[in-house]
């Protein structure tokens, strides 16, 4: 199983930014997927999530900002983030699971999910 990001970099506060993930390995279409996000010294955070069937789930600060979408027909999970705030850098990663879905939820417990990819930066600054 393999997830790979793409799309971070520096942006300029009230700028955009639209993250991808690919994933191979696995059965896209039967997995629930979502963003995490970690600054330094801090733990891992929920972003945002979509369940297999396409339904959602945003954290707070996300709320408004941010876009998840899935693309089952390339294996594709996108976080369009905008307008994007001065905030400390992050490491933005995409999640894959669980690998038993029982539920169909848009899951936002970082145990909930099997997989991770190897993330990618995100800076806001002037």
């Known amino acids: 199983v393999q997830l790979v990001e793409s799309g971070g970099g520096l942006v300029e506060p009230g700028g955009s930014l639209r993250l991808t993930c690919v994933a191979s390995?696995?059965?896209?279409?039967?997995?629930?997927m979502a963003w995490f996000r970690q600054a330094p010294g801090k733990e891992r955070e929920f972003a945002a999530a979509i369940a297999w069937s396409g339904g959602t789930s945003y954290n707070e600060f996300a709320k408004g900002r941010f876009v998840i979408t899935r693309s089952s027909t390339t294996n594709t999970v996108y976080l369009q983030m905008i307008p994007l705030k001065p905030e400390a850098p992050a490491v933005y990663y995409c999640?894959?699971?669980?690998?038993?879905?029982?539920?169909?939820?848009?899951?936002?417990?970082?145990?909930?999910?099997?997989?991770w990819g190897q993330g990618t930066q995100v800076t806001v600054s002037s």
């Open positions: 390995g696995v059965t896209f279409s039967n997995y629930a």
């Open positions: 999640g894959a699971g669980p690998v038993v879905d029982h539920y169909g939820l848009a899951y936002a417990r970082e145990d909930d999910h099997a997989y």
